[in-house]
């Protein structure tokens, strides 16, 4: 009921144009939660983690098909069968995943995309609002 099944992600364009990073989570219970994961402003805090972004021309480089793509083939199989209200096994670990503290290689969209999509979906299942 609670056990992730699959995980859904693709590339989306936000309002202004901007490349978003989207992920379904769902729930063999029949649950499942969404979370979006949009582009940091021009303006770069280096507090904020790394983004991993396409490069190339398309969407001068902003695209997020290599971290969807990510999700897909690294992080599915390493989560699929995983608990969804056990969050801070889920959140160490998609940081396992990566190999480093700082999301530099999966990307910051996909660590928190995934994490919080598993999080909406199992207050989806409880009922409970997500902060519980």
Do not use: W
Not at 34 to 50: F, K, N, S, T
């Amino acid at each position: 009921m609670f056990a992730i099944e699959q995980l859904i992600a693709r590339e989306l364009l936000d309002a202004c144009g901007r490349p978003t990073l989207e992920v379904d989570c769902l729930l063999d219970g029949g649950a499942s939660g969404r979370a979006l994961v949009g582009a940091e402003p021009e303006r770069r805090d280096p507090r904020v983690p790394p983004e991993r972004r396409d490069g190339g021309l398309r969407h001068l480089g902003q695209g997020m098909q290599q971290a969807a793509e990510g999700i897909r083939t690294e992080i599915q199989p390493a989560i699929v069968g995983m608990d969804a209200r056990e969050q801070v096994l889920l959140d160490r670990t998609l940081l396992e995943i990566n190999g480093t503290l700082e999301p530099k290689h999966l990307g910051v969209q996909a660590l928190l995309s995934v994490s919080l999509a598993a999080a909406r979906a199992a207050a989806a299942a409880t009922s409970l609002p997500r902060y519980h």
